[in-house]
C-alpha cells in the first residue's frame, strides 16, 4: 500500500520523484534489516505440529490469555524445527556438494561446501527449515562453483561467524574435524581439495570433496592406519577417484555421494563397481534426496527426504 501511494504521488507529481526514490530506498534496506533482525526460521514438522494443535485445542481454556498463546505459538516453531540431537546431512544440492552438521538445537552449525550457485534455492531452503539463522563455521575445500558458488550469497543471508579455506583442523564442543594434509608438490584444484575426517558416536566419516586418485595415494602414505566407517565418495563418483587400492585401504562399509544429473557421467559405472566389489553400500542424494544422519546416545539412525527412518546399521 505505501508503495501504491508513493508511486501515485509521483505519477500526479513528477518534481517529487526523487525524494520518492529515496525514501523507498530508506523503506527496503530499513525492511531487510528488519527482516535479519526477527526472522523466523524453521519448518512445520510432526513436533511442531503436534504442540500447535494442542494449544488449538486448549484454546477455550485460555480465552482470556489468547495473546500469551499466540506469542508461544509463533516462538515454538523456530524451537522445536532445531534438531534435539547431534546430525550430519548430505543436502540435495544437485550436482554439487553441501554437509550440514549440526548440534542439538543448533548450538553449533557448521557447513562444508555450499553446492552451485542455481542451486541456492534448496540450500537456503533446508537451512532455514532447519532454524538456522547462523553458521558457526562455513568450510569451502576448493573453489569449483559447485562447492563454493554460494559463498557469498550465505554470507550475505546468513550470521556466517568464520570462514575455512585452508587445511586446519576444526575444534568445537561438538565437533571434531581433523584436516588430512597431502604433500602433492604442484596439487591441481581437485586434488588440492580439503579433506576432513569426522567421527560421531564412534562412527567415521571420511569428507572427500574432489580429491582424486593421486590425492588417495597421497593421504595412504602420510596416514597408513586411516580407517573409517563412512565415505564421502570423492568428485562426486567420478572415474578418477575412489580407486581399488584406497577402498582395500581405508575398509569403508557405507559410501554416500552427492550427484545431481550431469554431462560428465557421474557417478561412474566403474566408481560403482569398484564399490560393489568391496561390498559397500551406496547411497546417492540423487536416488534419497537429502540424507541425513542422527545421532543419540544409544542408537545412530539414517532419515532421507522421503522420510523413511531406519536405524543405522553398517555392513547391511
Request: charged share 15%.
Amino acid at each position: 500500500m505505501v508503495l501504491i501511494i508513493l508511486m501515485w504521488i509521483g505519477f500526479m507529481t513528477p518534481l517529487l520523484n526523487p525524494m520518492i526514490f529515496w525514501l523507498y530506498r530508506l523503506l527496503l534496506n530499513n525492511i531487510n534489516i528488519i527482516g535479519k533482525i526477527v526472522l523466523i526460521r524453521g519448518t512445520l514438522n510432526t513436533p511442531i505440529m503436534i504442540v500447535l494443535s494442542g494449544l488449538f485445542l486448549m484454546r477455550k481454556a485460555f480465552k482470556q490469555h489468547l495473546d500469551l498463546v499466540l506469542f508461544v505459538m509463533i516462538f515454538t516453531v523456530p524451537f522445536l524445527s532445531a534438531p534435539w540431537t547431534t546430525q550430519l546431512t548430505l543436502i540435495n544440492v544437485e550436482q554439487g556438494d553441501a554437509i550440514l552438521l549440526q548440534a542439538p538445537f543448533n548450538t553449533d552449525v557448521i557447513l562444508i561446501d555450499t553446492g552451485k550457485d542455481s542451486a541456492y534455492g534448496s540450500l537456503s531452503s533446508f537451512l532455514n527449515a532447519q532454524g538456522i539463522n547462523r553458521i558457526d563455521t562455513l568450510i569451502v575445500t576448493h573453489a569449483d562453483n559447485d562447492h563454493s558458488g554460494n559463498y557469498s550469497a550465505l554470507r550475505d543471508d546468513f550470521h556466517v561467524m568464520r570462514s575455512v579455506m585452508a587445511p586446519i583442523d576444526i575444534d568445537s564442543t561438538w565437533f571434531h574435524l581433523k584436516s588430512l594434509k597431502t604433500t602433492l608438490k604442484a596439487p591441481t584444484d581437485n586434488q588440492a581439495s580439503l579433506v576432513y575426517l569426522l567421527q560421531l558416536n564412534g562412527i567415521r566419516f571420511l569428507l572427500m570433496g574432489d580429491a582424486d586418485e593421486t590425492t588417495e595415494q597421497n593421504l595412504i602414505k602420510q596416514y597408513p592406519d586411516l580407517k573409517v566407517d563412512i565415505l564421502k565418495v570423492g568428485h562426486h563418483g567420478s572415474a578418477t577417484s575412489t580407486s581399488d587400492l584406497f577402498l582395500s585401504h581405508i575398509q569403508a562399509r557405507l559410501a554416500l555421494i552427492s550427484v545431481g544429473y550431469n554431462r560428465y557421467g557421474h557417478p561412474a559405472s566403474s566408481t560403482l563397481h569398484r564399490l560393489n566389489d568391496y561390498s559397500v553400500p551406496v547411497m546417492s542424494t540423487k536416488q534419497e534426496g537429502d540424507i541425513t544422519f542422527l545421532f543419540t546416545k544409544r542408537f545412530n539412525f539414517i532419515q532421507t527426504s522421503s522420510l523413511k527412518l531406519k536405524t543405522l546399521k553398517l555392513g547391511f
